[in-house]
């Protein structure tokens, strides 16, 4: 059974402003859902630890999807048009699941867990760029090599004037075709994996509170 709340912000509290949106959450169920405004990320979870792990697939359940916490902060931070410096995180744990130092815990559980993936994702980025002068080096031998034998069957005209164009355009088209994957990895190959890191940096030094899910019955909750 579904039912919606709508998130008011509270006038006398530091947040400043008001925001209005929906979120849909299954009656006895596991769910994960996320609203941006401005400059707030709002994560609401049944449980802390499906912030790094997804709840699984149950379609029977009202599970319709498995994503993790942080692959639904990632998503939205993907579907920003443009960067927004002070953006920060919020959290929405059930009461029981909260304790003094549970802020402590999940900023550091979130900040480690972004840098040892930032880390994976420059090392990519190294492999790729290593992998780009290997393939440079290489495509321009053969360029090269194409190219003088190019030249070589234009000079001599070793076969008939069809033949002669033929091979001498051949080497030329294979020449270049053999620097695609160089110029592909300097180009293009880069871009996502840097996209990424920039990603896991931004939310590695968010600010993070965490709130206390209102009564199931409330249809509204005040966003601190």
Avoid at 31 to 54: E, K, P, Q, Y
Avoid at 90 to 106: K, Q, R, Y
Avoid at 174 to 180: F, I, K, L, T
Wanted: proline residues 6%; contains cysteine.
């Amino acid at each position: 059974m579904w039912f919606f709340r709508r998130v008011l912000d509270d006038r006398e509290s530091h947040a400043g402003k008001l925001v209005n949106d929906w979120w849909p959450m299954l009656n006895g169920g596991v769910h994960i859902s996320t609203c941006c405004n401005r400059d707030c990320i709002c994560l609401v979870l049944d449980d802390i630890r499906l912030l790094f792990h997804g709840p699984g697939i149950d379609p029977l359940g009202g599970r319709y999807h498995g994503l993790s916490g942080i692959d639904l902060i990632i998503r939205q931070l993907n579907h920003e048009r443009r960067s927004h410096p002070r953006l920060r995180l919020e959290i929405v744990l059930p009461a029981p699941g909260i304790s003094p130092d549970t802020v402590a815990h999940v900023e550091q559980s979130l900040a480690s867990y972004c840098e040892a993936q930032a880390g994976q994702l420059r090392q990519k980025l190294h492999d790729i760029w290593l992998e780009a002068r290997r393939a440079l080096l290489t495509g321009s031998i053969f360029l090269a090599v194409c190219l003088l034998l190019s030249s070589v069957i234009d000079e001599t005209c070793p076969f008939s004037p069809f033949l002669n164009r033929l091979f001498s355009e051949s080497f030329l088209i294979v020449g270049w075709v053999a620097m695609w994957r160089p110029i592909e990895l300097s180009l293009y190959e880069w871009w996502p994996f840097r996209h990424e890191l920039r990603v896991y940096e931004r939310i590695g030094k968010m600010p993070l509170s965490i709130m206390a899910a209102p009564d199931p019955t409330s249809s509204v909750i005040l966003a601190l």
